[in-house]
């Protein structure tokens, strides 16, 4: 069991979410240490190739539109 307790929750989608929200935090905590190393601290979950549905963890996905394709530094591409 992982101790920040992502591992424990029952959707895919909730765990997904939650590394983001993981993510966006150490992205912050790096800028304090090297001020400016991160321009966008804010994932953005329309920017990942698909989503995980969120009611049910049976392989459902969502495809996400990805218009222009994806983008270098996704989730976090301007």
């Avoid at 009611?55 to 218009?67: E, I, P």
């Amino acid at each position: 069991m992982a101790a920040n307790g992502i591992s424990t929750q029952a959707l895919k989608k909730t765990r997904q979410d939650q590394k983001l929200v993981l993510a966006n935090a150490d992205r912050v905590a790096r800028n304090v240490v090297e001020s400016g190393r991160y321009a966008d601290v804010t994932a953005d979950a329309t920017q990942l190739p698909t989503r995980y549905h969120a009611s049910d963890n049976n392989g459902a996905l969502t495809d996400n539109a990805n218009t222009g394709g994806l983008k270098e530094g996704r989730p976090y591409a301007a």
